[in-house]
Structures are given as C-alpha cells and as structure tokens.
Nanobody, 124 residues
Framework: QVQLVESGGGLVQAGGSLRLSCAAS????????MGWFRQAPGKEREFVAA????????YYADSVKGRFTISRDNAKNTVYLRMNSLKPEDTAVYYC?????????????????WGQGTQVTVSS
C-alpha cells in the first residue's frame, strides 16, 4: 500500500509556471506507474500525464503536451509535474495516482491509490 501527498499548487497568472510534487510513502515507490490527473468544477476527472516505473517513458494529454513535464525521483519517492505556459483552462484540482500494473495507462480506473489533490488556479 502507498500513501500519496501532493503539494505545490496555488494561484498563478496565465503564462506562469508551477511545479507540483507528490510524495509517496513506503519502500516500493519504484514499482508503481505514476500519473497525474485533474478535475475542474463540473467536469469529469481527466488524464494529464503518466510516467513508467523507471521514468524512461512518459505520456501526456494532448492539451498539455509541450507545456507540462512529468518526472520522478525514485530515491526520493517523489513524482513531479512541471507546468509551464499555464492557461486559465488548466485550473483544476490536480491529483497524483499510483498504479501497480506494469504498463502505463491513461485511464483513471486503472490506478489503485490517489492523493487528496492540490488546487491550481490560473488567472487570466
């Protein structure tokens, strides 16, 4: 089992940057695929980015490709989401999630553990 705690959210102007962090408990962090999802008010939770267990493969939603970067540090049990060129439509609660599967998925149902979320608000 793993517990996830996100941090780094906040209020930023359009065009600005933020870096989200997700710290995981336990000694098996490197055995989990990690993902970031977001949910805006009145909308369904959507995939943002995911990273393989080794960090060698990354996947992005089209809406954030080229602006967001997911990375992980298995020695620190932490996954990051660097967000550049933020837009008002990026406003949402951002969640990190852990998946025990071997392959990377963009489907929220595949992820076994979730953090509590961190709010990102982008003003225009």
């Amino acid at each position: 089992q793993v517990q996830l705690v996100e941090s780094g959210g906040g209020l930023v102007q359009a065009g600005g940057s933020l870096r989200l962090s997700c710290a995981a408990s336990g000694r098996t962090f490197s055995s989990y695929v990690m993902g970031w999802f977001r949910q805006a008010p009145g909308k369904e939770r959507e995939f943002v980015a995911a990273i393989s267990r080794s960090g060698g493969n990354t996947y992005y939603a089209d809406s954030v490709k080229g602006r967001f970067t997911i990375s992980r540090d298995n020695a620190k049990n932490t996954v990051y989401l660097r967000m550049n060129s933020l837009k008002p439509e990026d406003t949402a609660v951002y969640y990190c999630a852990a998946d025990q599967s071997i392959s990377v998925s963009t489907q929220a149902e595949r992820y076994d553990y979730w953090g509590q979320g961190t709010q990102v608000t982008v003003s225009s």
